[in-house]
Nanobody, 114 residues
Framework: QVRLVESGGGLVQPGGSLRLSCAAS????????MGWYRQAPGKERDLVAT????????YYAGSVKGRFTISRDNAKNTVYLQMNNLKPEDTAVYYC???????WGQGTQVTVSS
């Protein structure tokens, strides 16, 4: 049974940092690309970043490039999203997904507010 469990969300002030984690189980993690998405209230779910199975190919949405870093540890079956210099517009529920989007986690809330 495929399972993705996000953690690490919370309330942070503008300019602050958070690191999200997504623990995967039920499949051979090292053979799948993974992605982080986010959905703000009243908006569609948007792609934030993806990372290839071996970690060598990475994509970032323009709105987070230079501030967010996606990484993975295949030995721990975990994908991470380091978020720095957070802005109020980064407020959303963040989801991890197995590429091509066939499995999703339950999401973790990130709120950026003073």
């Amino acid at each position: 049974q495929v399972r993705l469990v996000e953690s690490g969300g919370g309330l942070v002030q503008p300019g602050g940092s958070l690191r999200l984690s997504c623990a995967a189980s039920g499949f051979i993690f090292s053979t799948y690309a993974m992605g982080w998405y986010r959905q703000a209230p009243g908006k569609e779910r948007d792609l934030v970043a993806t990372i290839s199975a071996n970690g060598r190919n990475i994509y970032y949405a323009g709105s987070v490039k230079g501030r967010f870093t996606i990484s993975r540890d295949n030995a721990k079956n975990t994908v991470y999203l380091q978020m720095n210099n957070l802005k109020p517009e980064d407020t959303a529920v963040y989801y991890c997904s197995r590429v091509p989007g066939d499995y999703w986690g339950q999401g973790t809330q990130v709120t950026v507010s003073s």
